[in-house]
């Protein structure tokens, strides 16, 4: 499975691929204004966001000695993510 990460989002680095990892099948590549590109392959740098199927829901766990919260992304399951980050995101 083709993943991208988030430094931020998973609380700094290193990064846990299993616990962090974002599966590039549930993002849209987007130019920096947030709009959906053409293009879908994903390089260091580009950036992206949750596709509309799995930008809403509820937290599924909390993890409070890493601030972690958890999100359950159907099929691929848990995706752990830092709390104030995510608190950020729109």
Do not use: C, H, R
Request: proline share 3%; glycine share 12%.
């Amino acid at each position: 499975m083709w993943q991208i990460v988030n430094y931020k989002l998973a609380g700094g680095k290193p990064v846990n691929w299993t616990n962090n990892g974002i599966p590039v099948a549930i993002v849209d590549k987007t130019d920096s204004a947030g709009k959906k590109t053409s293009n879908q392959v994903l390089k260091v740098g580009d950036y992206a966001k949750f596709m509309s199927s799995f930008d809403n829901g509820t937290i599924d766990a909390y993890d409070t000695p890493t601030n972690g919260v958890g999100i359950i992304m159907g099929k691929y399951g848990m995706i752990w993510f830092n709390a104030d980050e995510f608190k950020k995101m729109k």
